[in-house]
Each structure stands twice: as structure tokens, then as C-alpha cells.
T-cell receptor, first 114, second 114 residues
């Protein structure tokens, strides 16, 4: 079946450094790629998303890049802060299913050391 | 402000019990989802609903059923709980329309079956 692979599973960085999380998807019909952040004791919350007609999107310290040919997309967090510590999930959604079936990656636990 | 609430944060049940997990959203969203979250596996879709009384199986529906009698409420039912259903359960909702959009998640219910 369709899947999304996410790496690394755990990432530890020093405060102020950058963090990069990478995902690969298998379904070429995927057209929507959200990133969710899950803090301890909370449900996932969207932090940024990108659609297949765009190669890059930025929102302050967070950016996402998409390479449709290689079926790769990545999350970049610059100037990391302790409050960025959380689990991050990438996901891919297929327009043919009306966006109902979103496939999630396994998650990356990010630790930002002060 | 968007809100998805789940009836319990923590639940402990015995093997063979019938378990009800309730989810309510106040955003008038047409679509609602139930996921289970397990370490290393990300979020996996159990069932979703695109309208009142309508439901569709997700990737792992075995051992579960759902009910949607009102637009704002989506219930997950474990007919006869088993230990392998010990997990974190997340409810989500998203707007209607044939497209891919952000999902709004509840805080989750951590279910333990003993």
C-alpha cells in the first residue's frame, strides 16, 4: 500500500541550530503535504503545509520544500528554541480520495537542548 | 477558536469489555476521523465519516465500529476490547469539499486494555 517514510526518528540539536526532517512518499497522486507538531499531552497541530504546485514555502523560522520528481519533502526549522521540542509528523494526501485518506509518517522526536 | 474534544484523556478497560470513545467538534465540519497512534507507526486511520450516518473504513478497521448520529459527534466503538487495542486514539475533523485540507485534532484518549 501507499506509505510515507520519515527520517530521522529522533533528532537532538543545540538551541540556535537548524533542524531538518525528511520524508519520502510513494503515491504519485499525492498533492497536499502537511506537517504537524505534537506537544506532550496534546493532539497534533498543523504548523505548515505545501501543495504539489509549489516547490517551497516559508513561515518565519519554518520552511518546507517539495521535490515532486523524487517524491521527497522536507521540514526545515532554523534558530531552534526549546519550545520547538516535540514530535513532528509529515503526511501526504491524495486528491483522488478527496483528501480523506492522509498517510502519516512515523514521526520525528525533536529535542532542542538549551 | 477551533475545538475538538474527546470524552476521556485516560481510560482503563478489561479484555472483552465494550468501549465507547466520544469525539465532539464545534466547527461544523462535515468530515471526522478516528486514528490510533502507536510508537514507530505514526497515525493510522481506523474509520472516517464524510456526513451524518455515513462512514468509511480506513486502513485498520478490524475490531472497531463507529457511529455518527449528529454532525458534531463521532463515536468509536470497540465491540470487545483486546490487549492489542491498547493505544492512543486521536479524533480529527476537517471541512467538507473535495479537497485536501488541514485536519484539526483532539487531545487524544490513552486507552489501556488489561
Amino acid at each position: 500500500g501507499e506509505n510515507v517514510e520519515q527520517h530521522p526518528s529522533t533528532l537532538s540539536v543545540q538551541e540556535g541550530d537548524s533542524a531538518v526532517i525528511k520524508c519520502t512518499y510513494s503515491d504519485s497522486a499525492s498533492n497536499y503535504f502537511p506537517w504537524y507538531k505534537q506537544e506532550l499531552g496534546k493532539g497534533p497541530q498543523l504548523i505548515i503545509d505545501i501543495r504539489s504546485n509549489v516547490g517551497e514555502k516559508k513561515d518565519q523560522r519554518i520552511a518546507v520544500t517539495l521535490n515532486k520528481t523524487a517524491k521527497h519533502f522536507s521540514l526545515h526549522i532554523t534558530e531552534t528554541q526549546p519550545e520547538d521540542s516535540a514530535v513532528y509528523f509529515c503526511a501526504a494526501s491524495n486528491r483522488n480520495t478527496g483528501g480523506f485518506k492522509t498517510i502519516f509518517g512515523a514521526g520525528t522526536r525533536l529535542f532542542v537542548k538549551a | 477558536d477551533v475545538k475538538v474534544t474527546q470524552s476521556s484523556r485516560y481510560l482503563v478497560k478489561r479484555t472483552g469489555e465494550k468501549v465507547f470513545l466520544e469525539c465532539v467538534q464545534d466547527m461544523d465540519h462535515e468530515n471526522m476521523f478516528w486514528y490510533r497512534q502507536d510508537p514507530g507507526l505514526g497515525l493510522r486511520l481506523i474509520y472516517f465519516s464524510y456526513d451524518v450516518k455515513m462512514k468509511e473504513k480506513g486502513d485498520i478497521p478490524e475490531g472497531y465500529s463507529v457511529s455518527r448520529e449528529k454532525k458534531e459527534r463521532f463515536s468509536l466503538i470497540l465491540e470487545s476490547a483486546s490487549t492489542n487495542q491498547t493505544s492512543m486514539y486521536l479524533c480529527a475533523s476537517k471541512p467538507g469539499g473535495n479537497g485536501a485540507y488541514e485536519q484539526y485534532f483532539g487531545p487524544g484518549t490513552r486507552l489501556t486494555v488489561t
